[in-house]
């Protein structure tokens, strides 16, 4: 059956990959992101490009009316779009981690907020939060990007009981290790934030880590495995609701769930001494 999709951060990675999954299986795409010109290539595969602003609460409200004007309905609701920040808890500004909620929590879930009238008159609908393996476990010198993560996961698992009962499913997607410019600027965050604090050594370790790991050739599966993912789970009868894809996904969350905390955090702190 042919649905109505809006994809947000849809101008690169798992956006990208995932609104032209979705054109190619023969459903109505809407892509939205800030960086219109690099949509270009969703509008000659035969989608609908929005400019999208998450922060803007005015964009929110325009594209779901957007794609409900255009179309009569929205079926499926990615939220994609997001934002991660690096640096050690006590240098954060708090601005900075404000900004970390705004775009990775309340940005989603307004719009779920604007589509879920629709989605209810129609009786069915789903709602996919592209979340991260970030969204169970933590790292160091992230803690306000997993915790807006976590944060979204624990608001999908409260929404996905609560609209249940009118035919809406709500779906988590926790991707790995992904080969997107999403982590280009973790060595400049790193040492901007931590390089001249206490932190400074565990920030450094991290960042010559992070330049190593940039490049095609680098460990990481391709985007397009996620919005394969994604779209298994859009054209489901009755999706899971959670899907952990992607380099080490399965691997990482397992050993989070079973090892003892201060074992875990050996483990992730082992490459940063």
Known sequence: MQKVVLVTGASAGIGKATALELIRAGHIVYGAARRVPRMAGLRDAGGHVLELDARRPEDLERVIATVVGEQGRLDVLVNNAGTVLHGAAEDIPLDLARDQFEVNVFAPARLIQLALPHMRE???????????????IALPLGCWYYAAKHALEAYSDSLRMEVEPF??????????IIRTEFEDRTAQELREISGGT?????????AVRAEAQLGEDTQGSD???????IREAVEAGRPETRYAVGWLADKLLELNRTLPDREFDKLATSAMR
């Open 122 to 136: 129609r009786g069915s609908g789903t709602i996919v939060n592209v979340s991260s393996i970030g969204g169970e």
């Open 167 to 176: 035919g809406i499913d709500v779906v988590i997607i926790q991707p790995g």
């Open 198 to 206: 206490a932190y400074g050594a565990m920030a450094e370790a991290m």
């Open 223 to 229: 985007p397009g495995v996620v919005a394969a993912t």
